[in-house]
T-cell receptor, first 115, second 117 residues
Framework: AQSVTQLDSQVPVFEEAPVELRCNYSSSVSVYLFWYVQYPNQGLQLLLKYLSGSTLVKGINGFEAEFNKSQTSFHLRKPSVHISDTAEYFCAVSDLSGGYQKVTFGTGTKLQVIP | GAVVSQHPSWVICKSGTSVKIECRSLDFQATTMFWYRQFPKQSLMLMATSNEGSKATYEQGVEKDKFLINHASLTLSTLTVTSAHPEDSSFYIC?????????????FGEGSRLTVL
């Protein structure tokens, strides 16, 4: 069964500093990986996704993530954060065993950008 | 990108009443929609997969008689919380995918916050 672990529940970082939000997944078959952002009292918005091909994926708002199959990780990075990046970030996975239909979400990481 | 709209965004009801939440795909057809429940400071829990023209597929532990799902058309799925109680208070989110092969982006509604008094 697929699962996702986001070890950091909260990550405080100063404005204009770099940030990395960690995500590890568990699956024995081929996976699709996603990062979503959620602003307060709103739905989720896709930041980026990995389906196949290049392991470095670039998304919206200057975010990028790298798929590392040997470490089963898909960490999210941004070289310089802004106040507007303050939100909750969810890593998600769907795998071949379910025909990639079912998406499992991690518990989320709250990014707090400090002015 | 595609738009998924939920209504209402906020609802307060008395214990014992039923509440219906609508999820619409505004500019694409969705044969499958998904309903999630999000508890405070927790992740999204998949409740059920809503299939157009057929019965919904519920996740383990989700009461299908409590949470009625109807997917009557390719652009509308509804979730009805029957005989709501305070423990049903939560943030409910729907999503839909354009592509049927799982590669398409999941588009999420804005969420509906239910408070049961």
């Amino acid at each position: 069964a697929q699962s996702v672990t986001q070890l950091d529940s909260q990550v405080p970082v100063f404005e204009e500093a770099p940030v990395e939000l960690r995500c590890n997944y568990s699956s024995s078959v081929s996976v699709y990986l996603f990062w979503y952002v959620q602003y307060p009292n709103q739905g989720l918005q896709l930041l980026l996704k990995y389906l196949s091909g290049s392991t470095l994926v670039k998304g919206i708002n200057g975010f990028e993530a790298e798929f590392n199959k040997s470490q089963t990780s898909f960490h999210l990075r941004k070289p310089s954060v802004h106040i507007s990046d303050t939100a909750e970030y969810f890593c998600a996975v769907s795998d071949l065993s379910g025909g990639y239909q079912k998406v499992t979400f991690g518990t989320g990481t709250k990014l707090q950008v400090i002015p | 990108g595609a738009v998924v709209s939920q209504h209402p965004s906020w609802v307060i009801c008395k214990s014992g009443t039923s509440v219906k939440i609508e999820c619409r795909s505004l500019d694409f057809q969705a044969t499958t929609m998904f309903w999630y429940r999000q508890f405070p400071k927790q992740s999204l829990m998949l409740m059920a997969t809503s299939n157009e023209g057929s019965k919904a597929t519920y996740e383990q532990g989700v009461e299908k008689d409590k949470f009625l799902i109807n997917h009557a058309s390719l652009t509308l799925s509804t979730l009805t919380v029957t005989s709501a109680h305070p423990e049903d208070s939560s943030f409910y989110i729907c999503s839909a995918r354009e592509a049927s092969d799982g590669t398409g982006e999941l588009f999420f509604g804005e969420g509906s916050r239910l408070t049961v008094l």
